[in-house]
């Protein structure tokens, strides 16, 4: 089994920056892409961003790009998501995810390993 524990997330106003955090444990070396997933208020979750485990490939998707960035510490089984110049409409709960496949996905019941989520809120 994996664990994921999510942090970072806040309040804060439209234009700033916030940095996700979500530290893997467990069996980490069977995981090959960690990501991320939102949230938003009445909707359904949504892929956010993906990278992979041993070359940081990433995947983002169109809403998040140029503002978003996913990086990994492997030493410390962490991955992280920079989100730069928030919107109103970033606002929802954030869940980091892990899969043991290989490739970049995007559909939720790709990842077997969710955190709890972190709320971010971004306002006006």
């Known amino acids: 089994q994996v664990q994921l524990v999510e942090s970072g997330g806040g309040l804060v106003q439209a234009g700033a920056s916030l940095r996700l955090s979500c530290a893997a444990s467990?069996?980490?070396?069977?995981?090959?892409?960690m990501g991320w997933f939102r949230q938003p208020p009445g909707k359904e979750r949504e892929f956010v961003a993906a990278i992979t485990w041993s070359g940081g490939n990433t995947y983002y998707t169109d809403s998040v790009k140029g503002r978003f960035t996913a990086s990994r510490d492997n030493a410390k089984n962490t991955v992280y998501l920079q989100m730069n110049s928030l919107k109103p409409e970033d606002t929802a709960v954030y869940y980091c995810?892990?899969?043991?496949?290989?490739?970049?996905?995007?559909?939720?019941?790709?990842?077997?390993?969710w955190g709890q989520g972190t709320q971010v809120t971004v306002s006006s």
């Open positions: 995810v892990a899969r043991s496949g290989s490739l970049l996905r995007t559909r939720v019941n790709e990842y077997p390993y």
């Open positions: 467990g069996r980490t070396s069977s995981i090959n892409v």
